[in-house]
């Protein structure tokens, strides 16, 4: 996987500075709140969802299982339609044929829909570094590209992003890559989606190469297909005379009646639509051959691998190679509402990111290390997940081979990985623990523990000294109460022997009063 992101913090001290951006949070939570709830009302409506999500897994496993198999017939089906397959084993493989691809077309500008395996490789960079400029068509990643930033998130790369930013980075930076922004842009969302539309319509018409991704590939047929929410999509790959389609191994499907699950676990899980807005396939060259000249006259498939091969290989962590990029998992996530997209590192975020990121690129840097441990494993990211990844058992997975070192890379290489501190200290709390509750005066130290705890609260630390930092570097000491349960529940227990005995001797002061009378 390419270095992208790479150098950058570990995730606890991304995630430190991204709690103290207020606005972030704010628009996090918004919208964050706004998707799930949308969400959890269309997954409602199909009484079916539960059988839907268990054969969208069955699916996907059975794929996996068989890879080497459906990719040769993918292969076979797109040449047979007249497309082209490229192989590509890593980031720098992968954009070295598009570079080329592009290049021998004698253009120096694509325009790019559905491209998250493109972010994934560094694309964007390697094309600019070839003096090719490559336009971001939809329209949260043209903001993302106009404000020079990252994605943050899979669905809604601008989530982090609210209007007022967005009227701002329009106006500030549309001039210098095309159609500038109308004078006196408002930050209504229809005046910035017209901004937008205008910016955009001149890019269209003008490319003569697109560069695209896919949800899924069939390779009983040839089919690629693309899911997405504005027709930006199907003006890439229809106005271009030149398609150069750029998708993970793992997007594959057997058959074209596989589609019928994901046609409807996929709106609902992602943008909370019964069907989809424009749903796209193509088969090879399409209809350019005929009259009306419709359609790319080349079609190249470049099949990337990048990490998938030795993530299908882990007998755990595999299962991420399911997902089907709804982002469900983000919207219900503790962490991410939180911390935001920007903290994993990598154009895949949240859950999803905190599993998959660690295998396409292994553990051998601080921020991949650290991703395993950004989930409170919770359970919401597997409830939501439509293809039904367990991902917090591959989290815990993913811990393990952290502490015990890491596999071995693409480059026969063991990446040895130093265990945190924090672990060090956690084994030595728990055999002190050990000894203590073994010892059959456990009970007496235990509560004088409690007391002196109680009577130094004021002198308690928000962080724990030497190697127990580690854990308080994500959290906060909890604070002490005034007295220990003990001697709080013996006081209560006090208390209302007390109480009792006085309503008691009041009962039989009355009653000895109600018989005293005459």
Same mark, same amino acid.
């Given at each position: 996987?390419?270095?992208?992101?790479?150098?950058?913090?570990?995730?606890?001290?991304?995630?430190?500075?991204?709690?103290?951006?207020?606005?972030?949070?704010?628009?996090?939570?918004?919208?964050?709140?706004?998707?799930?709830? +949308?969400?959890?009302?269309?997954?409602?409506?199909?009484?079916?969802?539960?059988?839907?999500?268990?054969?969208?897994?069955?699916?996907?496993?059975?794929?996996?299982?068989?890879?080497?198999?459906?990719?040769?017939?993918?292969?076979?089906?797109?040449?047979?339609?007249?497309?082209?397959?490229?192989?590509?084993?890593?980031?720098?493989?992968? &954009?070295?044929?598009?570079?080329?691809?592009?290049?021998?077309?004698?253009?120096?500008?694509?325009? +790019?829909?559905?491209?998250?395996?493109?972010?994934?490789?560094?694309?964007?960079?390697?094309?600019?570094?070839?003096?090719?400029?490559?336009?971001?068509?939809?329209?949260?990643?043209?903001?993302?590209?106009?404000?020079?930033?990252?994605?943050?998130?899979?669905?809604?790369?601008?989530?982090?992003?609210?209007?007022?930013?967005?009227?701002?980075?329009?106006?500030?930076?549309?001039?210098?890559?095309?159609?500038?922004?109308?004078?006196?842009?408002?930050? #209504?969302?229809?005046?910035?989606?017209?901004?937008?539309?205008?910016?955009?319509?001149?890019?269209?018409?003008?490319?003569?190469?697109?560069?695209?991704?896919?949800?899924?590939?069939?390779?009983?047929?040839?089919?690629?297909?693309?899911?997405?929410?504005?027709? &930006?999509?199907?003006?890439?790959?229809?106005?271009?005379?030149?398609?150069?389609?750029?998708?993970?191994?793992?997007?594959?499907?057997?058959?074209?009646?596989?589609?019928?699950?994901?046609?409807?676990?996929?709106?609902?899980?992602?943008?909370?639509?019964?069907?989809?807005?424009?749903?796209?396939?193509?088969?090879?060259?399409?209809?350019?051959?005929?009259? #009306?000249?419709?359609?790319?006259?080349?079609?190249?498939?470049?099949?990337?691998?990048?990490?998938?091969?030795?993530?299908?290989?882990?007998?755990?962590?595999?299962?991420?190679?399911?997902?089907?990029?709804?982002?469900?998992?983000?919207?219900?996530?503790?962490?991410?509402?939180?911390?935001?997209?920007?903290?994993?590192?990598?154009?895949?975020?949240?859950?999803?990111?905190?599993?998959?990121?660690?295998?396409?690129?292994?553990?051998?840097?601080?921020?991949?290390?650290?991703?395993?441990?950004?989930?409170?494993?919770?359970?919401?990211?597997?409830?939501?997940?439509?293809?039904?990844?367990?991902?917090?058992?591959?989290?815990?997975?993913?811990?393990?081979?952290?502490?015990?070192?890491?596999?071995?890379?693409?480059?026969?290489?063991?990446?040895?990985?130093?265990?945190?501190?924090?672990?060090?200290?956690?084994?030595?709390?728990?055999?002190?623990?050990?000894?203590?509750?073994?010892?059959?005066?456990?009970?007496?130290?235990?509560?004088?523990?409690?007391?002196?705890?109680?009577?130094?609260?004021?002198?308690?630390?928000?962080?724990?000294?030497?190697?127990?930092?580690?854990?308080?570097?994500?959290?906060?000491?909890?604070?002490?109460?005034?007295?220990?349960?003990?001697?709080?529940?013996?006081?209560?227990?006090?208390?209302?022997?007390?109480?009792?005995?006085?309503?008691?001797?009041?009962?039989?002061?009355?009653?000895?009063?109600?018989?005293?009378?005459?």
């Amino acid at each position: 996987m390419t270095g992208t992101h790479l150098g950058m913090p570990a995730f606890p001290d991304a995630a430190r500075e991204a709690v103290r951006d207020e606005v972030l949070r704010a628009n996090l939570r918004h919208a964050t709140h706004t998707i799930r709830d +949308k969400r959890a009302r269309a997954v409602a409506e199909l009484e079916d969802w539960d059988r839907l999500r268990a054969v969208g897994k069955a699916v996907k496993d059975h794929t996996l299982a068989h890879l080497d198999r459906y990719l040769l017939q993918l292969e076979a089906s797109v040449t047979a339609a007249g497309g082209t397959v490229h192989w590509a084993a890593d980031a720098d493989e992968a &954009n070295r044929i598009v570079t080329e691809l592009v290049r021998a077309t004698g253009e120096r500008e694509v325009v +790019k829909v559905k491209s998250m395996a493109t972010q994934e490789i560094g694309l964007n960079e390697a094309l600019e570094a070839a003096g090719i400029a490559a336009y971001e068509t939809d329209l949260a990643e043209l903001i993302v590209q106009l404000g020079h930033d990252r994605p943050s998130h899979i669905l809604v790369p601008a989530i982090h992003r609210n209007r007022g930013e967005i009227r701002d980075i329009f106006a500030a930076e549309m001039g210098g890559w095309g159609r500038p922004a109308p004078e006196a842009l408002g930050d #209504d969302p229809r005046e910035l989606a017209e901004a937008a539309r205008l910016h955009l319509r001149e890019k269209f018409l003008r490319a003569k190469v697109a560069v695209s991704g896919a949800n899924f590939m069939v390779a009983e047929t040839g089919t690629l297909v693309v899911f997405e929410s504005e027709g &930006n999509g199907r003006m890439c790959l229809t106005l271009p005379e030149t398609l150069i389609s750029v998708v993970g191994i793992e997007k594959v499907v057997p058959t074209f009646r596989d589609l019928e699950i994901f046609l409807q676990t996929l709106p609902r899980s992602s943008t909370a639509e019964r069907m989809n807005p424009y749903t796209t396939m193509w088969t090879g060259l399409g209809p350019s051959k005929g009259a #009306d000249g419709d359609g790319p006259s080349a079609f190249h498939l470049v099949l990337l691998d990048n990490g998938r091969t030795d993530t299908l290989a882990d007998e755990v962590g595999r299962q991420a190679l399911r997902c089907i990029r709804c982002s469900a998992c983000l919207n219900v996530c503790p962490v991410y509402e939180r911390a935001g997209g920007h903290a994993y590192g990598s154009v895949y975020p949240g859950p999803i990111g905190a599993i998959l990121s660690p295998q396409l690129r292994g553990t051998g840097s601080e921020i991949d290390a650290t991703l395993p441990y950004a989930s409170t494993l919770c359970g919401a990211c597997y409830e939501v997940c439509p293809v039904a990844i367990d991902i917090p058992e591959v989290l815990v997975h993913l811990r393990e081979r952290v502490v015990q070192g890491g596999p071995v890379t693409r480059e026969g290489i063991r990446v040895r990985i130093r265990p945190a501190d924090g672990h060090t200290a956690e084994r030595a709390a728990m055999r002190a623990a050990r000894l203590l509750l073994n010892h059959a005066d456990w009970p007496v130290a235990l509560r004088a523990g409690e007391r002196l705890l109680a009577r130094a609260r004021r002198l308690r630390p928000r962080r724990l000294p030497g190697p127990g930092r580690a854990w308080t570097d994500s959290r906060e000491l909890p604070e002490l109460p005034e007295r220990p349960f003990r001697d709080w529940w013996a006081q209560r227990e006090k208390t209302q022997h007390e109480k009792a005995q006085d309503e008691k001797a009041q009962h039989e002061k009355a009653a000895r009063a109600e018989e005293a009378r005459p």
